[in-house]
């Protein structure tokens, strides 16, 4: 990691500033002032500049949905194309592995989650929501990106539940950030309820209730695969097979007849949700979330939809329907890197009727919103924390005026992060 050799007042300047809530600028700069914004526009010439020529100046991006844990992976779990079940079975059968081995491999989990934190940070990431398996080190995640760590709740029979509601608690229970304290400034804590076919419904009631409580937002995978709908509608088919498998179900745990609608009518009670995922809600539901979009925001992770093969993913739908949409690596598990400039490029492909500035948008501010925390990040205005990336632009674009032209070109990689004023990562290439 590189350290700050930049004076406490200094300019980023670049070909093109792209702000997110405001137009793409051009031959502009973004004065910084103790690790904050305090000016975007054209160049002073009484302040010192950092030059950076052919470049692309944004926010540090967020990248809203992920599980650190699993970053020693090289490659994902299963196989592209396998049911989501099957390879849930998998991640069970890898974890144990882990779990299994002796010390020190036994700090597997906050071992991952440094990796996975400078990988993050490396692709331009500067705030990140990740689920983790408690009980959870916030150490692990110091002097790295801005963390909402969502503590992970599993838990169907009634003992299991109870026992994983005791170690959630323990986490809020801790001492808040400070010296001499355990959780480092930069770590607030979420709670995420696994999704439908993990977690008790009463679980989910209690668990929704503590985030209006204490105030921490609320992550859980909804509507993720056409079998978690069987499963709610019938309390059948494979997820039903999977948990008898495991010894993991106990009969009044889930209601039968559910639909997603139902869970987010619970969700809407937390004091902020992320829906990850929600690869198959119905109209009804993306308008519920259209309806609630001030405090629910729904994580599309496009490389681990297409991991899978799921049905195209309702994206215009719900960006019409007026939906908050983040975007997510998701894990290593089922995605093959933490690059989310990968992932915005796949939306970029994918989905060309969408602008390139929405685009973008849901790789930032829509992020940032999503956590809570657009007012302090996620554009580039007077008044917001200094987290800013450069990405060099290809050559071959001198000659046009194209600020998104990096969209198009996977060579173009992050050259500059700087975190709260601080260069913290330089590197990259086009
Ligand atoms: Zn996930």
Redesign the pocket.
Known sequence: MHTNCEPPVFALHARFVLPVDAPPMSDAAIVIDGGRIVDVGKVDRHIETVALGNAVLMPGLVNA?T?LEFSSLNSPLGVRGSRLCDWIAEVIRWRQQMDDRPPPESGWRSDATRRGLAEALRAGVTTLGD?ATPPVDPVCYENSCDSTVFVEFIGLTRQRAEQRDRIIRSHFDRPYSGKGCERPANVVWGISPHAPYTVRWDSLVGLCRRSSTEQVPVAM?LAESADEAEFLRSGAGPFRELLNRLGAWENDAVPLGLTALDYLQVLAGASRTLV??GNYLATESIDFLARHADRMSVVY?PRTHEYFGHSRYPLEHMLAAGVRVALGT??RASNPDLDLLNDVRAVAKNYPAIDRETILKMATLHGAAALGLAEDRGSLRPGMRADVIALRLPEYSSSQADPYAFLDDPRCRVERVYRAGELVFTGGSC
């Open positions: 949905h599980h689920i995978h990850i995922h992770c998701d894990s």
